[in-house]
C-alpha cells in the first residue's frame, strides 16, 4: 500500500484514534436492536469521481468517495482498504458519520470517507473492494460483519501529445481544475536602488489537487539582480468541492547595476481537468528600479537662475498666459496609472475574466474621471456588460477577448473640460433676481 503520507502524519493520525473514537461513541449504537440482519441492511459503495468523465492521466488525482449506509447498531468499525498497488493514495480529512432518513422513513447511519488516489501510469486497473467491518448487535449478541463494496473498472488513459504530459521532464505536470497566482513585493520593486533589497513572494494556488502535486520553486535569473531564494511552503486546504494545494515561493532581490531592469513574465503551464486541455498561466513581468527620483538630488538646494533667466522667464510665461487666454487651455488628457494597467494586462494573460473584473473595479475607483470616459463610449460599455455576464451571469456565457479589452483601456482619453467659474462659485450676495 503506497500513502503520500509521511511518518509525522501517521503518529498524528495514530494519536488522534482515541479522540476520534470519542467523537464516533453517539453514532456507534443509535439505533434499536432489530431482530435480524436483512440483505439491505448494510450497504457499502465505492465511487470514482472521474474529472470532465474522462479516463484520468497518469499523476492526475481522481477521488474515491467511500458510501455506507447502516441501519442495524454499530458497536465497533474498521475499514480496510484494498492495496491500490498502482496508486499512491492519500486520505483526505477524517471520516464522517451522520444519522440520515432512507425513503421508506427507517432511521439509519452513514458513513463516509475520502480518498484521492493517483494512478502511476496508464493502464487498464480495477479498484478492488473496501471492506468495513462491523461488529453489531444481532438479536441482542455481539457479531462481526464484513460490508464489501463492489470492484470498480478504473481505466488510466496515456498521453498522446506531442509535447508535456505526466512523463516529461519539462515543463512539470500540473493537473488541476483551477490554477491562480498573487504576486506580491515589498517593497514595490521599481522604487530599491542598487544596494537595497526586496523581497518577492509568489503564492500559486491548485484547485483539484494536493500540495505534494505542485511544481517547485521556478527560476528567477535575469542580468543585473542578485537573488536569494528562501523557503517553500506547501500545504492541501479540504473545501467542500475538493482539496485546494497551495505553495508558497519566496526571494529576496537586490538589484546590482542603476539601470532599470527588466524582470520576464514566468510562464507555468497546467492541464484543465474540466476541460481536459492544456492552459498557461504566469508570474507576472516586473520592472526593478527607475520608479521614484534620486532622494539626494531632491535634498540639493535649487540652483540660483541668473537674471537675465529670470527675466526671459518672466517674459515668457507673461507670452504663455495671453495665448493661454486667446486660444483656451484645451483639455486634458487621462490615462490609467501603471500598476492598474499591469493587473488588467495580468489578467487577461492568464484569460481570468474573474480577476479581469476586480482589476477593473479597482481602476475605476481610482480614476473616475476616465470611467466616466470609459462608460460613456459604446464599445467599451458593451465589452463591460459582456464581462459582467461572464463572471456573474449563467455559466458558460461567452468572456469578451481580455487582451483586446486591455488595449483599449490602456490608451490616454481626453479628460472634461473645466467648468467656467461663473457655474462653480456662487454669487457672493445670494442668489441672482
Do not use: C
Not at 505536470?173 to 522604487?191: G, H, N, R, Y
Amino acid at each position: 500500500m503506497v500513502s503520500v503520507f509521511g511518518v509525522s502524519e501517521r503518529r498524528a493520525l495514530t494519536r488522534a484514534l482515541p479522540r476520534a473514537l470519542i467523537l464516533l461513541a453517539p453514532f456507534l449504537a443509535p439505533l434499536p436492536a432489530r431482530a435480524e440482519i436483512e440483505p439491505g441492511d448494510l450497504t457499502l459503495t465505492v465511487t470514482a469521481e472521474l474529472n470532465g468523465n474522462s479516463a484520468p492521466f497518469p499523476r492526475e488525482m481522481v477521488l474515491l468517495k467511500i458510501h455506507g449506509v447502516y441501519k442495524q447498531p454499530i458497536l465497533l468499525e474498521e475499514v480496510v482498504q484494498p492495496s491500490l498497488a498502482n496508486f499512491s493514495w492519500t486520505q483526505l480529512g477524517r471520516d464522517h458519520w451522520s444519522r440520515t432518513k432512507l425513503p421508506d422513513g427507517q432511521s439509519a447511519i452513514a458513513f463516509d470517507r475520502t480518498v484521492a488516489v493517483f494512478p502511476h501510469h496508464a493502464g487498464q486497473f480495477t479498484i478492488e473492494p473496501f471492506v468495513h467491518k462491523l461488529t453489531v448487535n444481532d438479536v441482542g449478541e455481539r457479531r462481526v460483519v464484513e460490508v464489501r463494496s463492489k470492484p470498480i473498472p478504473f481505466p488510466v488513459a496515456p498521453w498522446t501529445e506531442p509535447t508535456g504530459g505526466p512523463d516529461a521532464k519539462e515543463p512539470w505536470w500540473l493537473p488541476a481544475k483551477d490554477v491562480a497566482i498573487t504576486d506580491s513585493w515589498s517593497p514595490d520593486p521599481e522604487t530599491i536602488k542598487v544596494g537595497e533589497t526586496t523581497r518577492r513572494i509568489v503564492t500559486l494556488e491548485a484547485q483539484g489537487m494536493v500540495a505534494e502535486g505542485l511544481p517547485p520553486r521556478p527560476v528567477m535569473r535575469t542580468r543585473g539582480i542578485i537573488t536569494f531564494a528562501g523557503p517553500v511552503t506547501r500545504e492541501t486546504l479540504l473545501t467542500p468541492s475538493g482539496p485546494v494545494a497551495r505553495a508558497t515561493y519566496q526571494w529576496d532581490v537586490k538589484p546590482g547595476v542603476p539601470e532599470i531592469i527588466p524582470l520576464d513574465a514566468i510562464a507555468i503551464p497546467w492541464f484543465d481537468t474540466n476541460t481536459r486541455t492544456m492552459r498557461e498561466t504566469e508570474i507576472p513581468a516586473r520592472q526593478i528600479g527607475g520608479g521614484l527620483p534620486d532622494h539626494e538630488t531632491e535634498r540639493a538646494p535649487p540652483a540660483i537662475p541668473s537674471p537675465l533667466v529670470v527675466a526671459a522667464s518672466a517674459l515668457a510665461a507673461f507670452g504663455l498666459g495671453l495665448a493661454l487666454i486667446g486660444f483656451g487651455l484645451g483639455r486634458p488628457r487621462l490615462r490609467l496609472s501603471s500598476a492598474a494597467l499591469r493587473s488588467l494586462r495580468a489578467a487577461a494573460r492568464a484569460g481570468d475574466p474573474a480577476g479581469f473584473r476586480a482589476a477593473l473595479d479597482a481602476a475605476q475607483r481610482d480614476a473616475p474621471d476616465l470611467a466616466r470616459t470609459w462608460r460613456a463610449r459604446p464599445d467599451l460599455a458593451a465589452a463591460f456588460a459582456a464581462l459582467d455576464r461572464a463572471v456573474f451571469g449563467a455559466a458558460g456565457a461567452p468572456v469578451p477577448d481580455l487582451r483586446a479589452l486591455a488595449q483599449a483601456l490602456s490608451g490616454a482619453a481626453p479628460g472634461e473640460a473645466a467648468a467656467p467659474a461663473a457655474d462653480r462659485l456662487a454669487p457672493l450676495d445670494g442668489p441672482i433676481r
